[in-house]
């Protein structure tokens, strides 16, 4: 950058004054156009930048597009569109959230109902998958795979005379022993330096077509797959994507899954804290659990200002599709 700067100064050097004061005035008018753009954010419509502001609605400055004629305001397609409360609430709300808080706790602080604490939360998490879906992890390197298991669980819905089952109390067991129906896999895959996945597709042990559902597309080639020897995983070797070697016992040894183990562990720390979590809602968990394992500090805040600032990426969902969308129903 240094070089091309005292190139354009050699040359400027050179220009009469005439031609200076060109490029001055050409400057200048630069300046204006980005200062006059500093407070309109670009078009989440379509991209561009040939904004005027268009009155205000609700109290909020609205802003209108050249290009495309769509008007909008800051909060629009973002996590905060169509919501009474400040950023400030929505990022220590994130905080919260990714914190492990509990909705009981988030709605005592913030002073507002139970519902709402679900509701964004909920809003969160379905953006928490718009995100991952527009930013796939890719596993590379060693990477380690295994599920680990949660019970089936039906919190918050109501039971009648025709459910299948009776409710369980905080607790309870399954009725029978060993890996059953009963039991929800989450399916995960980690690299030791890398990134997570953690996915819901099916009840009991994955099968072939399940781990390929989920890992393909999402390992690069060359990549050391360390299993627990289940059978199922060598779908990843017959696809071509990766090398499966089964894992030893040996925790010591560089084939371990001391790295899957320990993700496993911090998802049923939060299970536990939440008391279980509703079944058709686990995918929505299982993008939170892939981001949040092993992050740094940072990531609240960078996830608040990626999920809140106006963009042509929606982040944004109604409350119906809270109760409606992405629901895992296995």
Same mark, same amino acid.
């Given at each position: ?10 040359f ?5 004054n ?6 001055? /005035? ?6 204006? *156009? ?24 609700? @109290? ?15 909060? !629009? ?18 905080? #919260? ?7 009981? &706790?988030?709605? /005592?602080?913030f002073?507002?109902? =139970? ?6 939360r =909920? ?6 998958? #718009? ?12 990477? %380690?795979?295994?599920?680990?298991? *949660?019970?089936?669980s ?6 009648t005379?025709?459910?299948? +089952?009776?409710?369980?109390?905080? @607790?309870?067991?399954?009725? $029978? ?10 399916? !995960?895959?980690?690299? +030791? ?13 994955? $099968?072939?077509? /399940? ?17 627990? @020897? ?12 990766? !090398?499966?070697? %089964?894992?030893?016992? %040996? /925790? ?6 001391? !790295?899957?183990?320990?993700?496993? $562990? &911090?998802?049923?720390?939060? &299970? #536990?804290?939440? +008391? @279980? ?20 500090q %940072?990531? $609240? ?30």
């Open positions: 950058m240094d070089n091309k700067i005292n190139k354009l100064l050699s400027i050097k050179g220009l009469s005439a031609d200076i004061d060109r490029i001055l /005035e050409y400057v200048i008018e630069i300046l204006k *156009v980005n200062n006059q753009q500093a407070d309109r954010p670009g078009c989440p419509h379509c991209g561009s930048t040939h904004i005027i502001k268009n009155g205000h609605k609700d @109290g909020k400055q609205r802003f209108l597009c050249h290009d495309c004629g769509q008007s909008y305001m800051r909060t !629009t397609n973002t996590l905060m569109d169509q919501s009474h409360y400040t950023p400030s609430v929505w990022s220590e709300f994130i905080k #919260d959230t990714l914190r492990g808080a509990s909705l009981d &706790y988030c709605s /005592e602080k002073g507002f109902s =139970h519902q709402t604490a679900f509701n964004m =909920h809003k969160f998490l379905l953006a928490l998958q #718009d995100f991952l879906k527009q930013n796939p992890v890719t596993l590379s390197g060693v990477s %380690e795979f295994d599920e680990t298991f *949660v019970l089936e039906n919190k918050g819905t109501k039971f005379a025709d459910s299948t +089952r009776k409710p369980r109390r905080h @607790g309870a067991r399954a009725a $029978s022993r060993g890996i059953s129906s009963e039991w929800i896999a989450i399916c !995960t895959g980690i690299q +030791r330096d890398g990134g997570a996945i953690a996915c819901t597709v099916n009840r009991a042990k994955p $099968s072939k077509e /399940e781990l390929a559902a989920i890992f393909a597309g999402s390992i690069q080639p060359g990549t050391l797959a360390l299993t627990d @020897g289940l059978r199922s995983y060598n779908v990843l070797k017959e696809l071509g994507i990766c !090398t499966v070697v %089964e894992a030893s016992k %040996e /925790e010591d040894g560089f084939y371990n899954l001391n !790295t899957v183990n320990s993700m496993h $562990s &911090y998802i049923k720390d939060i &299970y #536990d804290h939440y +008391r @279980g979590v509703a079944t058709k809602y686990i995918n929505r968990y299982n993008a939170m659990f892939s981001l949040v394992f092993r992050s740094t %940072e990531l $609240s805040m960078n996830l608040f200002s990626t999920l809140c600032n106006t963009s042509p990426c929606r982040y944004w969902y109604s409350v119906d599709d809270v109760k409606q969308l992405n629901l895992t129903l296995i």
